[in-house]
């Protein structure tokens, strides 16, 4: 099946500082989305973004579909972008909302 | 809209005993899916669900049975429990069964002893 890897695994920034938290996936996909999951377990959607590029704030978000990995940037960062951000993909040839997930990275932004 | 709801929050379980973990959404939404998350291990898919009477199996689907008799809810049953099965456990929707955003409930922890 298709493998997804996330890197850096673990980021600790100062706030203000800014981020790039990339997701590579082995297959091509027609599903990738990134998520946020807060300190309290809760899971937010942040973007749905199979191929290109998009922007919600102080966060924006590329996938290289061609070229199989996605990048979520985050600037300025604040104490409570803290948590664990995850890439899920959906591939071709199965239910499109089957999301296979990566396994994280978990920012800590200190005051 | 309350969106997607779980209950329970909590739940401590004897190896052995069933129980049904409830899922609901109020979105009108088609597709609907129960995930487990493990340290370390991100989230995995157990069941899905494209519509109303239409389920199928995910990553992990041993030890769990679902069904969807409405389009609101998507029950997921432990049928005997097993201390593998502690864990966190998502309930997620999507409208249609194209790519689209996928919103996640607030979880149920489930401890097996």
């Known amino acids: 099946g298709i493998q997804v890897e996330q890197s850096p695994p673990d980021l600790i920034l100062q706030e203000g500082a800014n981020s790039t938290l990339r997701c590579n996936f082995s297959?091509?996909?027609?599903?990738l989305q990134w998520f946020h999951q807060n300190p309290w377990g809760q899971l937010i959607n942040l973007f749905y973004?199979?191929?290109g590029t998009k922007q919600n704030g102080r966060l924006s978000a590329t996938t290289v579909a061609t070229e199989r990995y996605s990048l979520l940037y985050i600037s300025s960062s604040q104490t409570t972008d803290s948590g664990v951000y995850f890439c899920?993909?959906?591939?071709?040839?199965?239910?499109?909302?089957?999301?296979?997930f990566g396994t994280g990275t978990l920012l800590a932004v200190q005051p | 809209n309350a969106g997607v709801t779980q209950t329970p929050k909590f739940q401590v379980l004897k190896t052995g005993q069933s129980m049904t973990l409830q899922c609901a959404q109020d979105?009108?939404?088609?597709?609907m899916s129960w995930y487990r998350q493990d340290p370390g291990m991100g989230l995995r898919l157990i069941h899905y669900?494209?519509?109303?009477?239409?389920?199928d199996q995910g990553e992990v689907p041993n030890g769990y049975n679902v069904s969807r008799s409405t389009t609101e809810d998507f029950p997921l049953r432990l049928l005997s429990a097993a201390p593998s099965q502690t864990s966190v456990y998502f309930c997620?929707?999507?409208?249609?069964?194209?790519?689209?955003?996928?919103?996640f409930g607030p979880g149920t922890r489930l401890t097996v002893t």
């Open positions: 997620a929707s999507t409208a249609g069964t194209g790519g689209r955003e996928q919103y």
């Open positions: 297959d091509s996909v027609n599903n």
């Open positions: 973004i199979p191929s």
């Open positions: 899920a993909v959906g591939t071709y040839g199965g239910a499109t909302n089957k999301l296979i």
């Open positions: 979105m009108n939404h088609e597709y």
């Open positions: 669900s494209v519509g109303a009477g239409i389920t």
